[in-house]
């Protein structure tokens, strides 16, 4: 199995930016792509960006391309969110996942087989 932390959420000021980070531990050898997801109340959980773990493929919604990059480290088994020019529609719930799907299509939320706990975004002044 495959465990999942995030860390590097907060309060951000619209305009501003931040960065999150999803350690993975356990079975990560079979990693095939890492994602971000987001879920604010109310609402259904949604694709933010991923990235294919052995070339580095990128794909992100739209309501996120040009302001968020996703990049991952292999060696430390790390994937990041960079968020900038956040806006309060942002506010949410963030997940890290992971999938070892061999064929998967990046932003289907059940490509993922592993997920972890969420940290939350707030975008307000």
């Known amino acids: 199995q495959v465990q999942l932390v995030e860390s590097g959420g907060g309060l951000v000021q619209p305009g501003g930016s931040l960065g999150l980070s999803c350690a993975a531990s356990?079975?990560?050898?079979?990693?095939?792509?890492a994602a971000w997801f987001r879920q604010a109340p109310g609402n259904e959980r949604e694709f933010v960006a991923a990235?294919?773990?052995?070339?580095?493929?990128?794909d992100y919604a739209d309501s996120v391309q040009g302001r968020f990059t996703i990049s991952r480290d292999n060696a430390n088994n790390t994937v990041y969110l960079q968020m900038n020019s956040l806006k309060p529609e942002d506010t949410a719930t963030y997940y890290c996942?992971?999938?070892?799907?061999?064929?998967?299509?990046?932003?289907?939320?059940?490509?993922?087989?592993?997920w972890g706990q969420g940290t939350q975004v707030t975008v307000s002044s």
């Open positions: 996942a992971t999938s070892s799907r061999r064929y998967l299509i990046l932003s289907h939320l059940d490509a993922y087989d592993a």
């Open positions: 356990g079975r990560t050898f079979g990693t095939s792509a």
């Open positions: 990235i294919t773990w052995s070339i580095g493929r990128t």
